[in-house]
């Protein structure tokens, strides 16, 4: 079981001063949705090298999901050297992660 989602929101200037692979995984602690593809975001990250993986609560007031405009929980956004290279919405198999961690080189 990994983490819980992180309250604490770190600023959008900081997570693009990030080299390498970074998986932002938006979501809540109380979501279904995000509750039932846990396992499956982290069965993919458990291949994906030395990518940072950073469980960020989103909802109402929280800037970096406004930032990277999140509609949906969980939603899992692959970085590459701070810049979006893939996202996967609602994932429903380890292997929708696995593709876009591929994207960034990471899988």
Known sequence: MSAPYDTTQPERSAIEAIAGTTVL????NWCGYC????????????GAGGARHLKVEDGPGR????????????TV?????????????R??????VRMALAQAGAA
Do not use: H, N
């Open 63 to 74: 800037t970096l999901g406004r930032a990277f405009r999140i509609k949906l929980w969980p």
């Open 35 to 46: 509750r039932a593809a846990e396992p499956l975001i982290d069965e993919a990250m458990a």
């Open 77 to 89: 956004v692959v970085l590459k050297d701070g810049q979006e290279v893939a996202r996967v919405v």
């Open 25 to 28: 995984d938006f979501g809540t």
């Open 91 to 96: 994932p429903v198999s380890a292997d929708e």
